[in-house]
């Protein structure tokens, strides 16, 4: 490549499952590492990345954000439904224990 690359990202699929990205990873040569993102391919899991050998990185940037806003939809339909924190709050996390950590 000759380019200064330490890893490469190709870019993403318009596809609906993993065969595109899987196929280039096969067909990739170069010693460059592949990174891959992998938010649209949830049946593209660590064992079938790990068969490839060339993929170093997933980046699964954003499905932490996602989670969290899950679980705040469901904590405030919860608050809701029950005219306050009163059984919530036992299923939170406790800020007091969370900052002696």
Not at 2 to 10: E, M, V, W
Not at 15 to 20: A, L, N, V
Not at 40 to 46: G, R, S
Request: hydrophobic residues 35%; aromatic residues 6%.
């Amino acid at each position: 490549m000759g380019s200064g690359l330490s890893q490469y990202c190709p870019h993403r699929s318009l596809k609906k499952d993993p065969c595109e990205i899987e196929n280039f990873s096969r067909a990739w040569t170069e010693a460059v590492p592949l990174v891959i993102v992998p938010n649209a391919y949830p049946d593209l899991n660590a064992e079938r990345v790990k068969a490839l050998r060339n993929v170093r990185i997933m980046i699964y940037g954003n499905y932490g954000i996602r989670d969290s806003a899950t679980a705040m939809q469901e904590t405030f339909r919860r608050i809701v439904a029950d005219g306050g924190v009163q059984h919530v709050h036992k299923g939170i996390l406790n800020l007091q224990t969370s900052k002696d950590r």
